[in-house]
């Protein structure tokens, strides 16, 4: 391939007081990709999430974003987590942290917050510019809403949601800023098979509208039936990298997820 | 040299009492997080009983000792029972609500105590009695420094000595700082939390009441308004050396105490509180967790 | 069976409180004539109230239990001022009357009333400023007096040495206290936000006492007098008419101020502030700039807390730092409280309730500082939605059309 990759990771360390809980690490994803990255409890992949997306500012590594089609490298080190956002990092979080006395609808506006401009003044004039601006929001935060199936869900309190739906509404928040690359952090967790199955339809439709994505996730299944690529860490480190077909058969894959139940 | 150490005496009297009122912050912070703004008043409620208690017994005609003994004990029930009922009433209900509701409840109470005692007492600045007899054996210090501050820091001694036996041996001690560590888990090997909240809160009270019989004799005269800003101090005392940290508290009120004392007798006593407030406020936006206190992280 | 024993713990609960408040409420000593008055009457008082309280507050709990189990605290109950303002007809007549009254007031009333209505507008804007930052942002300022004192003294000194007019100094006053806000802002903003209370009541102190002692520049403890009252075009107004005319000019203040909030809560703004609320860090992982948009926040608040101060000096023709305390602050605070956070109607509600009731029930207003600690508590543990909760608006959207927006 000639092209760069959209997420570029090299040597990304990261130490809390002594404790080293991301090891020299190195990872990319590329434009269309679906990437898993998988690991027993505590190998510090959300960890890694929250160095890239700006949460922690990590010891050491570089992060850079290329946008597809040639655009220039960017460097996300040392950004904070709204301006890697603007860059086109967006995420959902393992613990859903929606925005629970908004409206479903509301949520999935407060995305469109970094692709918009409306201040103070356009606030209180309600100007032609900000009217057009705050339907282009309704419009689009809506579109993404029918996208993910929630759009009858519209005007409920995001806290009345059942589960399923809070997790499809994460992503939906994330989606409507736009993002280069959609960062998955177990958005799996605490589904009942039927919602996991939608889940994974609703993951396939958005990488197929050329999205990149980047997971997380326990559910092995999951994981083998979605990605192209799969990056395997233990204890901070990276210990395999290739396609599903490989990391099934890597012996050091096996091994640390000896006693846990590969399903696959 | 004289000046120097009269100075620096008054400054540890002073860091001594804020340390008993900032011990309360601190061990109730240390436990539930939250900033008990009500805890000042708790303070001027124990000078109140005590100037109560001890005018009453005073005009009776009993003998000094005893109005001390009684004045002291009475304080420090009283002290405590409003501790303990403040917490029912207004913090445990919102023991899971978001973590401003309990402030805004904290700062209604203390509101609302400050106006219960000007309403039920007086406004008015009202002369406490003197408990503290002149020791002839200080007689000839006593123009550096007073019997009041011998007794006040002997005593202030005493009980945090008393108190780190309470924390460290007791079993009650064991549960503060196994529930401070974590509230869940110490549920869960059968502590009964309510319970250690509410001896926080008694303790916490009780040390605030003597530090309001000891500042109320050694500045012989009191009002319904004296909580406001000796909670403000002691915060400021308690964030200072880390607030949670017991040790903090105390070192945070010695500086406290021994900076105000050398500000006001060396530079101006004009800003002696801008000055309480000022620090505060630096301490806060630069080093929020304090001389002692641990950094937190907020888990994502 | 239950009621026994729940008359049992009613007694024991209210003995409790005669013992707590004993020394407090029954004693009263005279250190001076060496008397000591003994009122046992307050301690039956003090055990027939605490009885009764209990079982009013056993009976809201259970109610409030009751609506838990019976709605699921899905569907809120909409109170009857919700029902009222949804209905259009409803709600213009409303408006009708409300606006009739406040045009007529001054006609009918006298002018100590009008004054006093004056006042409690004045606290509804006040309010209104302080709801941007605690209620919609979800910023504890304990300190928004002193934005207030800025704005006061803004105008007291530029009337004082320069002479500058209400007019002039109005926008600097509320420009100026904006500026303090950002100042105060920029550090303090990334607290956590009980820290970022202490900090604002700290700094609300600090601005009262520097009044307070630098006497050069503000005059210290005996304050500014003699501030020129808000003129038309020049005109200069008599006393009695100059009551009415501030009059007049608070409500169009207030209608200013509400028209403004309002959308600032429905715009993309408005939005970011309640998300910010809610959850900070899914804020900033939506690409919201956490510290701008709290100091936008911040700013307004004080802003308009600055348009008040000008407002207020111009009104009492005088201005010293003991208008300025920190309980000053907790009124404004109480108002938001009880009026319901980020709910304009609330605030306006809050402010009439707070501030015209002890004006009116004379008896009550030495104890108008307790009631309005009391009143924070029992919101907090009651009601924490407040009088009347805001409603989040809902956006129509049909599909295709581009004048959907209006509601």
Known sequence: MTTQPILDVSGLTMDFGGIRALNTLDLDVNNGEIVALIGPNGAGKTTFFNCITGIYTPTAGDIWLTPPGGGKKISLNGLKPNQVTEKGLARTFQNIRLFSKMTVLENVMIGRHCRTKAFIFGAIFRNKATLQEEQGILETSYAILEKVGLANYADEFAENLPYGAQRRLEIARALATEPLLLLLDEPAAGMNPQETIGLEHLIKQISREGQAILLIEHDMKLVMSLSDRIFVMDYGKKIAQGTPLEIRENPAVIKAYLGEEVDA | MDYFIELLFSGLTRGSIYALIALGYTMVYGIIGLINFAHGEIYMIGAFTAFIVATVLSIYGFPLIAIVIIAGIAAVVWSSSYGYTIEKIAYKPLRHAPRLSPLISAIGMSIFLQNYVLLAQTSDFLPFPRLIPDFPFMEPIAHIVGSTDLVILVTTVIVMVALTFIIKFTLIGKAMRATSQDRTMATLVGINVNRVISATFIIGSGLAAIGGLLIASHIGQINFYIGFLAGIKAFTAAVLGGIGSIPGAVLGSLILGLTESFATGYVSSDYEDVFAFSLLVLILIFKPSGLLGKATNQKV | ?407
């Open chain 3, 1 to 407: 069976m239950g009621l026994l024993k729940e008359l049992k713990k009613g007694v024991l609960i209210s003995l409790w409180f005669v013992f707590l408040t004993f020394p407090v409420m029954v004693i009263k000593v005279d250190p001076i004539a060496r008397t000591v008055v003994w009122r046992w009457a307050n301690a039956l008082y003090m055990a027939v109230g605490t009885f009764f309280i209990y079982f009013l507050v056993q009976f809201f709990l259970r109610k409030k239990e009751n609506r838990k189990e019976t709605n699921d605290s899905k569907e809120q109950t909409l109170s009857f001022i919700h029902r009222i303002l949804q209905d259009r007809l409803q709600r213009n007549i409303l408006i009708g009357v409300v606006a009739v009254v406040a045009v007529f007031f001054p006609q009918f009333l006298s002018a100590y009333q009008t004054n006093v209505m004056t006042t409690a507008l004045m606290y509804v804007v006040l309010g209104l400023g302080l709801n941007i930052v605690v209620g919609l942002a979800g910023l504890l300022d304990l300190g928004f007096v002193a934005f207030y004192a800025v704005g006061a003294y803004t105008y007291a000194l530029l009337n004082l040495h320069f002479g500058l007019g209400f007019w002039a100094v109005l926008p600097i006053g509320g420009l100026i206290a904006a500026t303090f806000g950002i100042l105060l802002g920029f550090p303090v903003l990334r607290l956590r936000g009980d820290y970022l209370a202490i900090v604002t009541l700290g700094f609300g102190e600090i601005i009262r006492l520097i009044l307070e002692n630098w006497g050069q520049f503000s005059k210290g403890p005996s304050g500014i007098s003699n501030i020129s009252r808000p003129g038309f075009f020049g005109i200069e107004f008599s006393l009695q008419s100059s009551i009415i005319y501030t009059y007049y000019l608070m409500v169009l203040l207030v209608l200013v101020t509400i028209f403004v909030v309002n959308r600032l809560q429905d715009s993309r703004l408005g939005r970011a502030w309640i998300a910010l609320r809610e959850d900070e860090i899914a804020c900033q992982a939506m690409g919201i700039d956490k510290r701008k948009t709290k100091l936008v926040a911040f700013s307004l608040g004080a802003f308009w807390a600055g348009i008040m101060g000008v407002m207020f000096a111009a009104k009492t023709t005088f201005v010293n730092p003991a208008s300025f305390t920190f309980l000053e602050s907790a009124i404004i605070l109480s108002i938001v409280v009880l009026g319901g956070m980020g709910s304009i109607v609330g605030v306006l509600f809050g402010a009439l309730i707070l501030i015209l009731m002890p004006e009116y029930l004379r008896a009550l207003s030495q104890y108008r500082m307790l009631a309005f600690g009391a009143i924070l508590v029992c919101m907090m543990v009651f009601r924490p939605q407040g009088l009347i909760s805001n409603i989040r608006r809902t956006y129509t959207f049909k599909k295709k059309t581009t004048s959907s927006l209006c509601r």
